[in-house]
């Protein structure tokens, strides 16, 4: 996967994305709130959005290190040789 920069914005209507800075891609996250999450956000939508956001990512990182680890794994019992 290649680097680039990635930007959380708040698009005004209630709905928060991640997405890439330059380009004109569609948005990697899309985090929408109902009514009733609004209002009991009371205006902390983005922050809220952040942290979520934040979560997946460390989420993800953790699952691609263990699907790692299990790859390695099953390389190491291939390459044995028993005699």
């Known amino acids: ?13 209630g709905e928060v994305v991640l997405q890439r800075v330059e380009g004109d891609s569609e948005p990697l996250v899309s985090i929408q709130f109902s009514d009733e999450a609004n209002a009991y956000l009371v205006g902390n939508n983005l922050e809220v959005a952040k ?22 794994t099953a390389d190491m019992a291939e390459s044995r040789t028993l005699h």
């Open 1 to 13: 996967m290649s680097t680039s920069v990635l930007e959380i914005v708040d698009l005004g209507d």
């Open 51 to 72: 942290v979520m956001i934040q979560a997946g990512i460390e989420a993800a990182a953790q699952l691609a290190e263990v699907n790692s680890l299990e790859v390695d």
